[in-house]
């Protein structure tokens, strides 16, 4: 036995540097436009960052927050009904999506056939809807409230667009995550004589909680930057009161940003600067909290 290990081993062609490694002129001319790029594009996005900053840094101030915006005194307008409407219509958001995106996840996951033509049929469609444009979403969203008889311009319209938006996100992610869990746990589970719906509540589902709240919150944050899909709703651009309700009218920070980025006047452009530097903020801000929470479930020590 170990003669014909022997043989095999010396026989077998190791894959050598020279033919195969990292020092051929076409790998290293690639390795060299690869790093060239990342380098250009870490560039492009520092020098923006910077300029934004720089543009914005003068109206960082309290009555961005507090103030209502302005056509005719943009030293004095701030974002406060933008800021609010985001509150909501992000809340409705995940109220919508959440749940349904983690209950079809765990149904394809844990409890659909492989041979089902159903679970076939949902699976090739999450998969088509990860790649659709955020506009598709929005025409959906405002078809379908208008067939409720629900107002566009509303913040349950714009829930259920960008729930709609960040379903396939949530699906995925949940999917990965629950398919990360050790198939022993819910063998052992199952062993104990629990059933399959108790396994997932009891071990299942606590086992994939850091990779499902890390991608739940990712999803979040790019539903809280978008823009087009609202914009098509109807989603107000001058909003001078806090929204009050699901049913109440609504104005977002990237909608904001786009009315005061379209105006030529300095003054505006400042203001748009300030409150990119403030969703931006917004956006790291929830980043960091689905890392926190993916150490602290991943390390219970």
Do not use: C
Not at 11 to 17: A, F, K, N, Q, Y
Request: a positive charge; aromatic letters at 6%; proline letters at 5%.
């Amino acid at each position: 036995m170990a003669a014909i290990t022997a043989e095999s081993t010396s026989g077998s062609r190791p894959l050598t540097t020279a033919a195969y490694g990292e020092k051929s002129p076409q790998s290293l001319v690639f390795l060299v436009l690869l790093w060239l790029s990342l380098v250009f594009g870490i560039l492009v996005l520092a020098v923006l960052l910077v300029t934004t900053f720089i543009e914005g840094r003068s109206r960082i101030d309290a009555q961005l927050f507090t103030n209502y915006t302005s056509q005719i005194a943009p030293e004095t307008a701030g974002a406060r009904a933008a800021i609010l409407g985001t509150a909501w219509v992000i809340g409705v958001t995940a109220l919508l999506a959440i749940p349904i995106g983690v209950a079809a996840a765990a149904y394809l996951e844990e409890f659909a056939s492989r041979k089902s033509r159903f679970a076939h049929l949902v699976e090739l469609n999450v998969q088509n809807l990860a790649a659709v444009p955020a506009i598709i979403y929005g025409m959906l969203a405002a078809a379908a409230v208008v067939a409720i008889g629900i107002p566009r311009n509303t913040v349950i319209a714009g829930g259920i667009a960008l729930a709609l938006l960040i379903l396939p996100v949530v699906i995925v992610s949940t999917r990965e995550a629950l398919r990360a869990v050790p198939q022993e746990i819910r063998q052992g589970s199952l062993a104990l004589g629990a059933s399959p719906m108790q396994t997932l509540q009891r071990q299942t589902l606590p086992a994939a909680v850091p990779g499902i709240a890390t991608g739940t919150i990712l999803a979040l944050s790019r539903a809280m930057g978008e823009a087009a899909p609202l914009l098509l709703l109807g989603g107000l651009v001058f909003v001078k009161f806090d929204p009050n309700g699901i049913l109440s009218g609504f104005t977002t920070m990237p909608i904001q940003i786009f009315d005061w980025a379209s105006r030529s006047q300095e003054s505006f452009q400042q203001l748009a600067a300030a409150a990119s530097i403030l969703l931006l903020v917004l956006v790291l801000a929830m980043n960091g909290v689905a890392i926190i929470i993916r150490n602290k479930y991943s390390n219970p020590r």
